[in-house]
T-cell receptor, first 112, second 114 residues
Framework: GESVGLHLPTLSVQEGDNSIINCAYS??????FIWYKQESGKGPQFIID?????DKRQGQRVTVLLNKTVKHLSLQIAATQPGDSAVYFC???????????FGQGTRLTINP | NAGVTQTPKFQVLKTGQSMTLQCAQD?????MSWYRQDPGMGLRLIHY???????DQGEVPNGYNVSRSTTEDFPLRLLSAAPSQTSVYFC?????????????FGPGTRLTVL
C-alpha cells in the first residue's frame, strides 16, 4: 500500500523568506496529491492540489512541485507571513483508490 | 452553507462506554470519511462512504462503526470506548471520489477516554 513520509517534522523560517516543505511517497501509481494546512485547534484546510500529469502548479503565494521520478512532492510558500504558521500535511491518492494517505505533517514556525 | 459540522466539540468517556460522534454536511457531497489524528501523526482513515447506503473500512476501523442512511449525515459510533481511542476525530466530505477532488474537513471532536 501507499506510505507517505516527510523530510522534516519542523521548519523554522524568517518572516518574508520563502519556505519549502517536502514530502515523499512510495507508490509510483499515485495520481493525485494535495497539500493541507492545519492551524491549532482547527481541521485541515485545502491549500493546493496537483495531478500526476503535471509537474508544477501555482496558487496565490504557493507552488506545488511534483517529481514523479523520485516520488517527491514539495510545497513552496513565497514571502512567508506570520499567518502561515501551522502544520502542513501532504496527502496522496493511489490510482483507483478511494482514500487519501496522509503524511505526518511539518510544523512551520515563522520568526519575526 | 455551513460546510462540514461535527458535534460534540469535546467529549470525555469512561472505558467501556459507547457514544456517537455526529457529522453532517450541506454541500450534497457523495463522499464522506472519518479520520483520527494522534499527536505527531498524520490523519489515519477510520471509515469512509462513497454514497448513501455504502460504507467501507479504512486503515484503522477496529472499535468503530459507521452508517450512511442519508447523503448529509455520517455518524461514527464507538462501541466500547478504550483509552487507545483518545484522539481528535475529523470528519471530511468531498463531491465525488470518482474524480480528483479535495476534501473539506470539519472542526474536529476531541475525545478523551479515561
Amino acid at each position: 500500500g501507499e506510505s507517505v513520509g516527510l523530510h522534516l517534522p519542523t521548519l523554522s523560517v524568517q518572516e518574508g523568506d520563502n519556505s519549502i516543505i517536502n514530502c515523499a511517497y512510495s507508490n509510483s501509481a499515485s495520481d493525485y496529491f494535495i497539500w493541507y494546512k492545519q492551524e491549532s485547534g482547527k481541521g485541515p484546510q485545502f491549500i493546493i492540489d496537483i495531478r500526476s500529469n503535471m509537474d508544477k502548479r501555482q496558487g496565490q503565494r504557493v507552488t506545488v512541485l511534483l517529481n514523479k521520478t523520485v516520488k517527491h512532492l514539495s510545497l513552496q510558500i513565497a514571502a512567508t507571513q506570520p499567518g502561515d504558521s501551522a502544520v502542513y500535511f501532504c496527502a496522496v491518492r493511489g490510482r483507483g483508490a478511494q482514500k487519501l494517505v496522509f503524511g505526518q505533517g511539518t510544523r512551520l514556525t515563522i520568526n519575526p | 452553507n455551513a460546510g462540514v459540522t461535527q458535534t460534540p466539540k469535546f467529549q470525555v468517556l469512561k472505558t467501556g462506554q459507547s457514544m456517537t460522534l455526529q457529522c453532517a454536511q450541506d454541500m450534497n457531497h457523495e463522499y464522506m470519511s472519518w479520520y483520527r489524528q494522534d499527536p505527531g501523526m498524520g490523519l489515519r482513515l477510520i471509515h469512509y462512504s462513497v454514497g448513501a447506503g455504502i460504507t467501507d473500512q479504512g486503515e484503522v476501523p477496529n472499535g468503530y462503526n459507521v452508517s450512511r442512511s442519508t447523503t448529509e449525515d455520517f455518524p461514527l459510533r464507538l462501541l466500547s470506548a478504550a483509552p487507545s481511542q483518545t484522539s481528535v476525530y475529523f470528519c471530511a466530505s468531498s463531491y465525488s471520489y470518482g474524480l480528483p477532488d479535495t476534501q473539506y474537513f470539519g472542526p474536529g471532536t476531541r475525545l478523551t477516554v479515561l
